[in-house]
């Protein structure tokens, strides 16, 4: 079962002092968990017991994998947009 969050997630980044958006997707694995992966952040794979928690944590794995990249001067991922004061998203609501 693939799950696509039309969301985009909040990042901070505390040594650039902003918030970027990315693109998540969610898929629901055999042990019932969920594993989230990101195309805009190359290496960013989370997983967690339900959703909101594994958007949590894709969201802490994100913002370590950008500190390492300022660490060591490497360019923020173009595909990394960053977030004005405004951004709608879509959020999974079970029944």
Known sequence: MTIVVLQKGQVYNQGMNELYSMHLKITKVENGQ???????????????????????????????????????????PASLKPISDEIEFNVPVGV
């Open 34 to 76: 969920f594993l989230a992966e990101s195309e805009d952040i190359p290496g960013l794979v989370a997983q967690g017991r339900t959703i909101a928690e594994t958007v949590e944590i894709a969201q802490d794995v994100a913002r370590k994998l950008l500190d390492s990249y300022i660490e060591h001067g490497d360019p923020i």
